[in-house]
């Protein structure tokens, strides 16, 4: 059974940094290309990046400059640092894998997703 985990929400200022992290069981990041969501309220969920099974990543266009995607095969966990974070960075952020191929920024393309981690920027 896979599971995702993430950690490292919290609340920051605006101009803050944070690092989010997705531990996963049951599934291995070496060779499959994993992802991060995140979903404000009222609003549909979107991709903030991705990172490929070779380690090539892809940004949103909201967040590119801001945020680096990477991923510990060895300890199975994949990363997202985010820097000069802004209030409309607001949101729940969730872990996805399982990637059906296709556009990565398309939440139906993943299989398995995270419960989740809060992230709350204050002005």
């Known amino acids: 059974q896979v599971q995702l985990v993430e950690s490292g929400g919290g609340s920051v200022q605006a101009g803050g940094s944070l690092r989010l992290s997705c531990a996963a069981s049951?599934?291995?990041?070496?060779?499959?290309?994993m992802g991060w969501f995140r979903q404000a309220p009222g609003k549909e969920r979107e991709g903030v990046a991705t990172?490929?099974?070779?380690?090539?990543?892809s940004y949103g266009d909201s967040v590119k400059g801001r945020v680096t995607i990477s991923k510990d095969n060895a300890r199975n966990t994949l990363y997202l640092q985010m820097n000069s974070l802004e209030s409309e960075d607001t949101a729940i952020y969730y872990c996805?894998?399982?990637?059906?191929?296709?556009?990565?920024?398309?939440?139906?393309?993943?299989?398995?997703w995270g419960q989740g981690t809060q992230v709350t920027v204050s002005s």
């Open positions: 049951g599934y291995s990041y070496r060779s499959n290309c």
């Open positions: 996805a894998a399982g990637f059906r191929g296709g556009a990565w920024g398309e939440t139906s393309r993943y299989r398995y």
């Open positions: 990172i490929g099974r070779y380690g090539t990543p």
